[in-house]
């Protein structure tokens, strides 16, 4: 009797551990922060810096459950962060600065950027007649509606001094464009020069022998790139949320950059279907080049060097005539960074 009391007693203590475990669990999980995120592009080997926060549960650490989704261009996400799709967005900071010039109640603000060199182009076939926007007239160029070249190209136009009404321009699903280039149905086609070059090798291509890169940073625009944006709602509401990200994501880097492999895993978990030699080679060049320039030593990896970016803004509201030029801290807002020092290490 004493015995079977004991056992009773026994699992009695155990249902109200578990029960006050399930609530705690359950307390725990309801305090979490969740963060909607679109992505600039489809799945590919650079987005292993993001998804190594995930999957180091370094995002759970800091409060936080957050939901990735592929992109389709990386000034698509702008728009879709300002009418509260998502919570923020791995975009492009040349058409935040468009929209904050059009919509400064609406638009998002940066808040950690990513591409630091301008990574914008019209790539053509290595034998064509087309070798500087000067050339451009009177040919056809093609791109995806929500590419960031292509929505950069007026303020190409207007800095080089050509006529962009005289450039015939074709849009295109995005997939399709490097195999719209080889067959000749355009004669240029507008992104970003790492996707162009290994999205060329999944087909066949050898974009060093067989296309040409006519590179915007080349003609005097010397812009930023990708950041990661966040909403009006979400630095206002949670401002301990977007510093929580930013930390997380700022570690995530640091390990992508010193386990490369393990960031493309990251990538491969989530599609299976990426030919992994090739995103290695995308992750490696992107790091080289676009995430490498000489002001992050002194500013640190995800901040903006002031002046520069007022050049950026002022040459995008010259270029497409924008009804106001929006101050530095509607576009960036550092507020939000790791430590200087957290950040100073990240490229080492």
Known sequence: MANHQMKTRARMLALAAATALSALTGTAAHAETSIKMVLNWKYEGPQGLLFLAEDKGYFREEGLDVTFDQGN???????????????????????????????????????????????????????????????????????????????????????????????????????????????????????????????????????????????????????YSNAIIASKKLVKDNPDAVKGFLRAINKSIKDAIKDPDAAIAAVQKREPLIKPVIERERFDATIANEMNHDEIAKIGFGDVDDARLGKSIDIIVKAKELPRTPALTEVFDRSFLPAKDDRLTVMN
Do not use: W
């Open 73 to 223: 261009g990386s000034g698509a996400g702008v728009p879709l962060v300002a009418n509260g799709a998502y919570d923020m967005a791995f975009g492009d900071i040349n058409a935040l600065i468009e929209l904050a010039a059009k919509k400064p109640e609406d638009a998002p603000v940066g808040v950690f950027m990513m591409y630091s060199q301008p990574p914008f182009t019209v790539a053509v076939k290595a034998d064509s007649p087309i070798k500087s926007p000067a050339d451009f007239p009177g040919h056809t160029l093609g791109g995806a509606a929500n590419d960031g070249a292509l929505k950069l190209f007026p303020a190409l136009c207007a800095i080089t001094k050509i006529d962009c009404t005289k450039v015939n321009i074709t849009n295109m699903q995005p997939n399709l464009r490097e195999q719209m280039l080889m067959k000749g149905q355009v004669e240029g086609v507008f992104g970003y020069v790492n996707t162009i070059r290994f999205s060329s090798k999944l087909i066949g291509v050898d974009p060093d022998k067989e296309l040409r890169f006519i590179r915007y940073g080349d003609y005097g625009m010397d812009l």
